[in-house]
């Protein structure tokens, strides 16, 4: 039995971490949505022997216990005592190691399409919970949609979809390490977004006002390693975005637009100054 499932890259419109809990793991509290830049995860189950195999077309991705799809499957394997191999491939358009979550939602893609061939029934919020032990974005993956996003990324809160908009993603050729960025987090020292006020901005589908408050507080920290980050925001500005920011830990900077020429103007700009420049929209 074979399915396919999308796996649709992520932004962050608000990004916040208050504090660390004791373990070291960082407390999250952001807005996110998914947008239409999506993998295509291919997923066929094996009943002959147990084996996981997993393929991309791309040469960025590991195929063995370090990719996060691989790890998908391996935890629903062993959790549900699953006597079936499966073989994945995945097909990349999402830019890796850009801070759009691809890799967490390939392995979101995993956990949702094998709940559904191996027939384990579990919840969305099942599945986010178990999404946690892959990585924090995992959770927001397995659901894919607007949405509130608290603790240590497995309490997701779903929203009402965004106003319309457009959004111009752009990513320098860098590739940022997650956790060499968190390591840099000293919480006396960090500003901190105003999530509440995003929130109510999303709930009464106010553009201007989301454009107004929209934050990541690991920006800075991002951008004081890459400068590149500080100038593709001030270029997306320049050619008329609402607002700018980086998306996760980054690279990728997203420009979000209301008018969609204003965005097509963006985007034929941005192309003068980074080779990975993509016009999507947010998913319903």
Request: charge should be positive; hydrophobic fraction near 40%; proline fraction near 5%.
């Amino acid at each position: 039995m074979q399915l396919i499932e999308k796996a649709p890259a992520k932004i962050n419109l608000g990004l916040d971490t208050p504090y660390h809990h004791q373990d070291g793991a960082e407390e999250w509290n952001m807005v996110m949505t998914s947008v239409d830049l999506a993998d295509y995860v291919e997923i066929q189950t094996l009943t002959k022997h147990k084996r996981i195999r997993v393929a991309s077309d791309s040469g960025f991705l590991p195929n063995d216990q370090r990719n996060l799809a691989f790890q998908a499957a391996h935890l629903l394997q062993t959790k549900y005592h699953v006597d079936e191999g499966v073989n994945i491939r995945i097909k990349k358009n999402i830019p890796v190691a850009a801070g759009l979550g691809g890799g967490s939602s390939d392995a979101a893609a995993v956990l949702r399409g094998l709940n559904q061939l191996w027939h384990l029934n579990l919840s969305w919020q099942e599945l986010a919970e178990l999404g946690l032990q892959i990585d924090s974005d995992v959770p927001y993956c397995v659901y894919g949609r607007t949405a509130h996003v608290r603790g240590r990324g497995e309490r997701i809160t779903p929203l009402s979809k965004l106003p319309a908009a457009w959004v111009v993603l752009a990513k320098p050729k860098v590739s940022v390490s997650t956790p060499s960025i968190l390591q840099q987090i000293r919480y006396d020292n960090l500003e901190h977004p105003d999530i509440d006020a995003l929130l109510r901005a999303v709930r009464n589908q106010d553009i201007e006002a989301m454009c107004a408050v929209m934050g990541n507080a690991l920006e800075p920290l991002t951008a004081r390693r890459y400068p590149e980050i500080t100038q593709l925001k001030q270029q997306m500005m320049k050619f008329g975005a609402d607002a700018a920011q980086m998306s996760g830990t980054g690279p990728t900077v997203f420009g979000l637009c209301g008018k969609q020429s204003r965005a097509q103007r963006v985007f034929n700009g941005m192309k003068g100054f980074c080779r990975e420049v993509y016009l999507v929209r947010p998913l319903p």
